[in-house]
């Protein structure tokens, strides 16, 4: 039983430099999303996704992309990474059964961008 | 000011006290109030949720949601050392249920044999 599968599960970037963040899912949950974690501010929503070509951003999209383009897979990508993306990034799914399905997390990448 | 604030801690506690955790929230649209734990390295996990107010036990875990005073609560009875973790506290409107939380920043819990 996997469940949610970040890779990879660390990283060192330079500025500017760019790269995917995958996450995969094997509980054919309709709702996905990515958070970072950082000290002293919790974790934030950067973009979810409520099925197959369907995304949107939370609190923090600036500077991230994703798709949606199986329901398995939600990768994110740092177009041009900058210091300030340095952070640990945390995958979740979820059914759509709203009042009775929470988010499962994956283990989450750590990313250093120098 | 965050929408959900949350002590930091380390709270230091020894083996078989009760706990106290607790977090303070601004929004009164929030509806579902979960509490999620975290161990050092990996993904959060959910403990216990509960919708709207009142209380829910589950084994050595109690969460109490007080909407009126905006206050949520998670109670650990005789705490084991492999209750050390981060406990994050993290809520949502009722319209997107577990979807777009807010979360607290955690508090540290440390429980010592």
């Known amino acids: 039983n996997a469940g949610v599968t970040q890779t990879p599960k660390f990283q060192v970037l330079k500025t500017g430099q760019s790269m995917t963040l995958q996450c995969a899912q094997d509980?054919?949950?309709?709702?996905m999303s990515w958070y970072r974690q950082d000290p002293g501010m919790g974790l934030r929503l950067i973009h979810y996704?409520?099925?197959?070509?369907?995304?949107d951003q939370g609190e923090v999209p600036n500077g991230y992309n994703v798709s949606r383009s199986t329901t398995e897979d939600f990768p994110l990508r740092l177009l041009s990474a900058a210091p300030s993306q340095t952070s640990v990034y945390f995958c979740?799914?979820?059914?759509?059964?709203?009042?009775?399905?929470?988010?499962?997390f994956g283990n989450g990448t750590r990313l250093t961008v120098t | 000011q965050k929408e959900v604030e949350q002590d930091p801690g380390p709270l230091s506690v020894p083996e078989g006290a009760i706990v106290s955790l607790n977090c303070t929230y601004s929004n009164s649209a929030f509806q579902y109030f979960m509490w999620y734990r975290q161990y050092s390295r990996k993904g959060p996990e959910l403990l216990m949720y509960t919708y709207s107010s009142g209380n829910k036990e589950d084994g050595r875990f109690t969460a109490q949601v007080d909407k009126s005073s905006k206050y949520i609560s998670l109670f650990i009875r005789d705490s084991q050392p492999s209750d050390s973790a981060t406990y994050l506290c993290a809520m949502s409107p009722g319209n997107t249920g577990f979807q777009k939380l807010v979360f607290g920043t955690g508090t540290r819990l440390l429980v010592s044999p």
């Open positions: 509980m054919n949950h309709e709702y």
């Open positions: 996704s409520v099925g197959a070509g369907i995304t």
């Open positions: 979740a799914s979820s059914s759509t059964d709203r009042g009775n399905s929470p988010l499962h």
